[in-house]
Nanobody, 121 residues
Framework: QVQLVESGGGLVQAGGSLRLSCAAS????????MAWFRQAPGKEREFVAA????????NYAVSVKGRFTISRDNAKNTVYLQMNSLKPEDTAVYYC??????????????WGQGTQVTVSS
């Protein structure tokens, strides 16, 4: 198992950038695929991006493709989400997750507590 702690959220104007980090404890971080999901008020939690254990495979939601980049540093037990050209509709709580590679919530069984991202227009 790993424990996940997200950081880097905040308030940013539309068009701005943020980088989220997710630090994992435990020595088995590199065994896990990692992903970012987000949940806006009144909406279901949705997939944002995923990265394989090696970092060699990534996948993105259509709504963020070309603007967001997921990456990982297995030496630092950390996964990142670089978010550029942010839009008000990106406002949500962003969650880091660890598990098996895929695009569904059910692929991941370990979750962080989330970090708030707010994009003002």
């Amino acid at each position: 198992q790993v424990q996940l702690v997200e950081s880097g959220g905040g308030l940013v104007q539309a068009g701005g950038s943020l980088r989220l980090s997710c630090a994992a404890s435990g020595r088995t971080f590199s065994n896990y695929a990692m992903a970012w999901f987000r949940q806006a008020p009144g909406k279901e939690r949705e997939f944002v991006a995923a990265i394989s254990w090696s970092g060699g495979t990534t996948n993105y939601a259509v709504s963020v493709k070309g603007r967001f980049t997921i990456s990982r540093d297995n030496a630092k037990n950390t996964v990142y989400l670089q978010m550029n050209s942010l839009k008000p509709e990106d406002t949500a709580v962003y969650y880091c997750a660890a598990g098996n590679y895929g695009l569904r919530r059910q692929n991941y069984d370990q979750w962080g507590q989330g970090t708030q991202v707010t994009v003002s227009s």
